[in-house]
């Protein structure tokens, strides 16, 4: 069964400052989705950033960025410039292609906290 | 990016009444739709997944004559708590794929917060 783990389960950066959050995953597949979501106080979920396992280029949007090492299974995520408005739970999420059998496997999450 | 909308956005019932939470995706069409639960400062936990006119597939552990789940078109899944009772209050959350494109995102709900007395 895929797995996903986030070992910081808080985290904290200050403004305008760079923060990374960790995720790793065990698989047996070689073609994958991972995806990294924000869950603001509204409980909305949102997209952040996704990798695709067949594309060695790093994903990147705007602010975020991955670190994706797909040997050893890690996607750690890379927050620049902090904002107030990037605090929220962010969690990370694996899924494999299957058509419509696909789901997402979340990890447990990580609470960001940005202070001033 | 697409729009899925959840009704009602929460709920408030006595223990033994059933309670429908609708999920419809706006702009688009989804063979697939997924309903979660989370559980407080907890990840979500996917309770079943939906397919349009077919029978849901629920996860291991989960009730399926407790939570009925019913997908009739491509735009509606229904989420029917039934004989609700205090430990099934939660938040629930359903998320859909685009018809056809099942490699891309899912989409999700607003989530809607369902309180049992």
Not at chain 1, 70 to 73: E, G, P, Q, V
Not at chain 2, 4 to 28: A, M, N, W, Y
Not at chain 2, 61 to 79: M, P, Q, R, W, Y
């Given at each position: 069964?895929?797995?996903?783990?986030q070992?910081q389960?808080?985290?904290?950066?200050?403004?305008?400052?760079?923060?990374t959050l960790s995720c790793t995953?065990?698989?047996?597949?070689?073609?994958?989705?991972?995806?990294w979501?924000?869950?603001?106080?509204?409980?909305?979920?949102?997209?952040?950033?996704?990798?695709?396992?067949?594309?060695?280029?790093n994903?990147?949007?705007?602010?975020?960025s991955v670190n994706f090492q797909?040997?050893?299974?890690s996607f750690s995520l890379k927050?620049?410039?902090?904002?107030?408005?990037?605090?929220?739970?962010?969690?990370c999420?694996?899924?494999?292609?299957?058509?419509?059998?696909?789901?997402?496997?979340?990890?447990?999450?990580?609470?960001?906290?940005?202070?001033? | 990016?697409?729009?899925?909308?959840?009704?009602?956005?929460?709920?408030?019932?006595?223990?033994?009444?059933?309670?429908?939470?609708?999920?419809?995706?706006?702009?688009?069409?989804?063979?697939?739709?997924?309903?979660?639960?989370?559980?407080?400062?907890?990840?979500?936990?996917?309770?079943?997944?939906?397919?349009?006119?077919?029978?849901?597939?629920?996860?291991?552990?989960?009730?399926?004559?407790?939570?009925?789940?019913?997908?009739?078109?491509?735009?509606?899944?229904?989420?029917?708590?039934?004989?609700?009772?205090?430990?099934?209050?939660?938040?629930?959350?359903?998320?859909?794929?685009?018809?056809?494109?099942?490699?891309?995102?899912?989409?999700?709900?607003?989530?809607?917060?369902?309180?049992?007395?």
């Open positions: 069964a895929q797995t996903v783990t070992s389960p808080e985290m904290s950066v200050q403004e305008a400052e760079t923060v995953y065990d698989t047996s597949e070689s073609d994958y989705y991972l995806f979501y924000k869950q603001p106080p509204s409980r909305q979920m949102i997209l952040v950033i996704r990798q695709e396992a067949y594309k060695q280029q994903a990147t949007e705007n602010r975020f797909k040997a050893a299974k927050i620049s410039d902090s904002q107030l408005g990037d605090a929220a739970m962010y969690f999420a694996y899924r494999i292609p299957t058509g419509t059998a696909s789901k997402l496997t979340f990890g447990t999450g990580t609470r960001l906290q940005v202070t001033l | 990016g697409a729009v899925v909308s959840q009704h009602p956005s929460r709920v408030i019932c006595k223990s033994g009444t059933s309670v429908k939470i609708e999920c419809r995706s706006l702009d688009f069409q989804a063979t697939t739709m997924f309903w979660y639960r989370q559980f407080p400062k907890q990840s979500l936990m996917l309770m079943a997944t939906s397919n349009e006119g077919s029978k849901a597939t629920y996860e291991q552990g989960v009730e399926k004559d407790k939570f009925l789940i019913n997908h009739a078109s491509l735009t509606l899944s229904t989420l029917t708590v039934t004989s609700a009772h205090p430990e099934d209050s939660s938040f629930y959350i359903c998320s859909a794929l685009v018809a056809g494109n099942f490699e891309n995102e899912q989409f999700f709900g607003p989530g809607t917060r369902l309180t049992v007395l």
